[in-house]
């Protein structure tokens, strides 16, 4: 892996996109009252709590945040929540993470909810690489990326890595 790192985005960019996947997702979403945000630990997480201070700013929606925990390299679905999954009965949910790369991550996402009656479910994303090796497409995202499979995507969030918001390409 190459040490050359290039700057995807930057904290002002990611705020920017940030407000805009909120604004889609409000408008994808009008005749919701409430709207549930599952963020995938860590940075997926994070990324869902802005989400949900935005939404709230701009609507006057109930947004609720369930936390999913999983190990993302694990070839079965292994993943707890925060809150019960019923909380999500017959509303919509938008799955959320910093970066989809091969959509394994949000697939187990997808996988906690199997057995929840939802009216649906859409995806968001920061950063959409397009390698896709589950059939996981991203409804709201703020960048598509083309790279090469041997480069990598990193995403800083100041809650959570104590650096100032940046994606990188590595």
Known sequence: MSSKK???LNKEQIKQKSIRIAYQILEDNFEDETLVLVGIADRGYVFAQR??????????????LIKVTMKKTSRSLSASTDLPVDMAKD???ILVDDVLNSGRALAYGLGVFLNVPLKKMRTAVLIDR??????IFSDYYGTKL???LKEHVTVTLEE?????????LV
């Open 160 to 168: 959570f890595d104590n650096e100032e918001d940046a994606a990188w």
């Open 6 to 8: 290039t700057l995807i």
């Open 91 to 93: 509303k919509t949910i």
């Open 130 to 135: 397009s390698h896709h090796k589950f059939p």
């Open 51 to 64: 989400l949900q201070a935005i939404l709230k700013e701009i609507s006057d929606k109930e947004i609720l």
């Open 146 to 148: 083309s790279t090469i």
